[in-house]
């Protein structure tokens, strides 16, 4: 699996980043920056200005670097253990990312991202090379509900913020360097240090390597080689030349060998019955195993403020990346079954958005806003095949898809009398995709006249937005109302091969999500506590689902949920700080129902009788799926992290950790079929760490799923894959 590897780091440094990340900003490295006052107040950039988290009416969990060490969270896929109502399903290469069941229901490049994630302002590639780790980081905002207005289409779900740390102008050579070892051979070093170059400009240099042993007992004719080896770096450069023009230039680089991801058959060929989740890790394949990601990214952030205050920004990201997969996807060597895959795509985005953005004060704000991207993927000519078995039936792929978006946004403040105030925000985009593509079956070709070429196009338009009405009842508390409306493009299906052109599918549509919510954010008891509680209604239409055609139910394909889903919840959160006690927790409660929609489950029994989607009739084989719960939607979630730091005399301190969170059980397909595996059981992880801190050295011992909670991560037909099983080990990190 790919970012499991990262648990090792997460909880090895689990206490220990706390004085890192004050080190590598502000803090000489011998000051101890643990507060025994209130809680720390948190910042959110969700709306292109930095605001405080408890006076915005957003749906958030906003994790700061110390967050992230003690929660053990240093990749995309552990977010799910310390936000509610989010869920990760983890393929390795591709991560599905789902908030209040609303995000990516299927695991295809032609299914767009509902959670956009955004690094260091810019969007990144929707939903590949997701597993890049986070180090260095500065903050992380998980952005719950559409996020219409500021991040646009593909945030029907929310959005994730990563904001590394940027180079400090006139700081010292401040850093840290962290090592650690533990089980399954895991080793990894990282680090990162401030350049101060002169009164106007500073660098910053971050590096990040990891190597681990495979996770899997590996049988069958192919053992190869599973074991992870990664290696990450970060420049970053801030030029300041006028106390008006700040110039901030980032360069990542990412070379992420994952090995191979591997998953049990879900059937077993043998017996014909579920496999469960007792033996998730012994796995026998009869193919090859290669999964690898490289990924280059260069962002340059320009803000000009003159004496008006207004600022002037301009946010360009370029990005490059390649994934390439090669894996036994029945999950067995033995059986009938010989499926495999063997692909590669290369990825292009360039982005570009300006921002003007009013001073934070005054009965007005406001700010308007234009975003371009541009997204090209190429599908190398004898490097995408599905082999239904190799040899005997391979689909090869070739060609290119395109994607463009066009936006125009603003958002405008009113206070209003009794500390109430009105926001209104909208934005308009148009979109566009492109398929040039074609495809072969050599087995197939003098029979059918193959490759068959595919030349396709789509475009469409909407709007969305948000209007909030908030209200400043007092210094402690906040409270606000708002709808919000978000929407993902539709997309293009590739013609099935052996049936063309009698079953041409057309494109599937958008998704469209309107979100009803009311919040209260509180400070208790003289700012120890903050609270944030929130309910919320979403009315979810025209989901894109994979399902059987119509009239061949053997073969599939993109299309929508015809109604809507109903999905609404409750979510709280708490951070609390009482001396050298801390407390942080999250709770999300939801249900979620589909409406009216007929479907065939092709894994039971088909007909050949017409079972239309949106009006069946409902047979033995073509059901109807109205009152189905929304897929990857748990109805619970929960999460808690407790600290507490013991201190010595001499000024050492002794710090435990304890970390826990539950997910409740998920359906991942709408059929809702335990005997076909669609039913993921419930995630309980229990992580610990004990850290000992000397000067500017501390020594952390780590345990992250302590149980060996055995559980699937996600389910990619006919196969499932597992969560990381327990991890432990060392870790000893000096901050200068």
Sequence with gaps: ????????????????????AQAQTTAPASQDNTKAGPVQEVVVTAERRSTNLQNTAIAATVLTAQDLARNGVFSVDQLQFISPSLTVDNFGQGNDVDIRGIGKGEHNTQTGTGVVTYRDGVATFPGYIQEEPYYDIQSVEVLRGPQGTFSGQNATGGALIVNTNNPVIGGGYDGYVLGHYGNYNDTGVQGAVNLPINDKLAARLSVNTEYRNSFYNISGPWKGDGDVKWFSTRFSLLWQPTPELKVLWKTDLNYLDNGGYFGNAIINATTGKLNGTKNLFDFSNNY????????GRSILKVDYVPSSGIDFRSVTGYQIGRTAWTGDIDGTANGPLNYAIDEAVDETLWSQE??????????????????????????????????VPPGGVDEELNGTNSTHSAAVFGQVTFKLPA????????????????????????????????????DQNERGVNS?????????????????AFIATGAKPGGLNTYVYFTYPYNT????????????????????????????????????????????????????????????????????????????????????????????????????ATSAAVCNVASGPATGVCFNLQGHPQTYAPDFTFNFNALYNFRMDNGDKITPNINYAYISGQW????DNRSQGDRLTPRRLLGASIAWTHGTITTTLY??????????????????????????????????
């Design 1 to 20: 699996m790919k970012t499991q590897q990262l648990w090792l780091t997460a909880s090895a440094s689990a206490l220990v980043w706390c004085g890192a």
């Design 288 to 295: 090859g195993q290669y999964a690898t990601d490289y990924e």
């Design 354 to 387: 300006f921002n003007i953005i009013s001073p934070d004060k005054g009965p007005i704000t406001w700010i308007v806003g234009a975003y371009y991207q541009h997204n090209f993927y190429n599908f190398p000519s004898n490097q995408f095949d599905v082999a």
């Design 419 to 454: 500390n109430f105030e009105l926001q209104v925000g909208l934005r308009y985009s148009d979109w566009a995709t492109n398929n040039h593509v074609f495809y072969n079956v050599p087995e197939y070709a003098s029979t059918f006249g193959y490759p068959i070429y595919n």
């Design 464 to 480: 969305t937005g948000k209007v909030t009405l908030n209200w400043n009842m007092n210094r402690d508390n906040f409270l606000y």
């Design 505 to 604: 599918p057309g494109p599937f549509r958008q998704e469209y999500v309107t979100d009803y919510e009311v919040g209260w954010k509180s400070r208790l008891f003289n700012n120890h506590v903050h609270l944030q509680l929130g309910a919320y209604y979403n009315d979810f239409k025209h989901f894109q689902v994979i399902v059987p055609i119509p009239n061949n139910p053997l073969l599939s394909t993109e299309g929508n949920d015809p109604t809507s889903t109903k999905l609404y919840g409750l979510e709280g959160s708490l951070q609390a700080t009482f001396g050298d006690f801390q407390l942080n927790s999250g709770l999300g409660l939801e249900h979620s129902s589909l409406g009216k929609f007929y479907s065939e489950d092709p894994r039971v």
């Design 668 to 671: 991942g397909t709408l059929f």
């Design 703 to 736: 345990g992250t799923n302590l149980t060996n909670d055995q559980y699937v991560s996600a389910l990619l037909s006919p196969i499932q894959l597992a969560g990381a099983p327990r991890q432990f080990g060392v870790s000893v990190m000096k901050v200068f």
